[in-house]
């Protein structure tokens, strides 16, 4: 387990003291794919260099399973840094060394005998999806190929904990896709816990179960990737579910009742749940507004649908929803 308790990191500049992170209390579970989303300069990269030491909190503690990390010698601190590895945006791959020698080099540096380091990065081209790759140089790879070598030297160590940072942002959705399943498999063979730090909502809703949004250095929104997409509150969060914004919106008709639903993994059938609402209750709904995505067989967002003024009407629209499951039913009263 992963714990953040009032962590902030103040910068010393020329132009003055800079509040990168201020007062951050995170908890990740062992097991977890955590994602950490912001727009740029929100605090990522120096939250997840705060995690292992790279960057030192100003406040706060950093505690790896109820262990102080900022009270750790560097001995101690090097060994629990093979414990929580790390992968970039860059790959940062030693380009004159062929990729067997790449993730070989951390068992080196941890004294591992060459044959036994062989050995294991034999088994992790394996698992990385590469084993003809082994004595190929990274110059020769595609993007894709780069990083899946840079997941199988960060996981050498065998770690507990893989950090990474903007890991899928310089490659194509296609292979952002196809290291984001990667992920995913490493997470269930191996049980490592995964912190994915990100600006791209797509990513946190294909592979992370928690999420904490930031946002000027601070968390302003935390949950389960589910919740927070199907039901934004912050801001920032609603920036990232929805980018185009929702329009403000007024009964259209006269007499019409307008009220939010928000989806928090009903189940998809097969016909459109407003559609056939109208075909089974004779009910006519006007879909004001809708920002819906099916994750799995289930669906997640919002929508703002306009219903007759007559409270019988109403209340069988509100029964007809409800049991579907998984759906939040709010009145708008005024503006939406």
């Known amino acids: 387990m992963i714990e953040l308790k009032n962590m902030s990191k103040t910068f010393r500049t020329a132009g003055g003291t800079v509040e990168a992170l201020k007062n951050i209390s995170l908890t990740v579970n062992d097991g977890d794919i955590y994602g950490i989303i912001g727009m740029s300069g929100a605090g990522k990269s120096t939250l997840v260099r705060c995690i292992n030491m790279l960057e030192r909190p100003t406040e706060g503690k ?18 629990v840094r093979r414990e929580v590895t790390m992968i970039f945006q ?31 990065a034999k088994e992790l081209l394996e ?9 190929s140089y990274p ?36 292979t952002t896709h196809d290291i984001l399943e990667l992920l995913r498999d490493i997470n269930k063979r191996l049980g490592i816990t995964i912190i994915i730090i990100t ?58 009742r307008v009220f939010r639903i928000v989806f928090n993994g009903a189940l998809a059938a097969g016909a459109p749940l407003i559609t056939q609402m109208a075909i089974d209750e ?22 703002l649908l306009g219903l007759p003024e007559e409270e019988e009407t109403v209340q069988r629209a509100v029964t007809y929803l409800n049991e579907v499951g998984n759906v939040i039913i709010t009145e708008v009263k005024g503006d939406a």
């Open 139 to 174: 110059a020769q790879l595609s993007g894709g190929q780069q990083q899946r070598i840079a997941i199988a030297r960060a996981l050498a160590t065998e770690p507990k904990v893989l950090l990474c940072d903007e890991a899928t942002s310089a490659l194509d959705p296609k």
């Open 282 to 303: 004779k009910i006519a709904a006007n879909i004001l507004y809708a920002s819906t995505k099916c994750l799995g067989d289930k669906v997640y967002g919002n929508m």
């Open 199 to 256: 600006h791209q909502m797509s990513v946190v809703e294909e592979i992370c179960n928690r999420v904490a949004i930031l946002d000027g250095g601070m968390v302003v929104e935390e949950g389960e990737v589910s919740a927070v997409f199907a039901d934004p509150h912050s801001d920032a969060a609603k920036r990232l579910v929805a980018p185009d914004g929702e329009e403000e919106v007024v009964p259209v008709n006269p007499g019409e």
């Open 62 to 79: 950093v505690l790896m399973d109820g262990q102080d990390m900022g009270a750790l010698s560097q001995k101690e601190l090097r060994r």
């Open 90 to 120: 860059g790959f940062n791959l030693l380009m004159q060394k062929s990729c067997l020698r790449n993730i070989c080099f951390p068992l080196e540096l941890a004294g591992v005998k060459k044959a036994d380091a062989i050995k294991r």
């Open 127 to 135: 698992i990385v999806g590469l084993p003809d790759k082994a004595k």
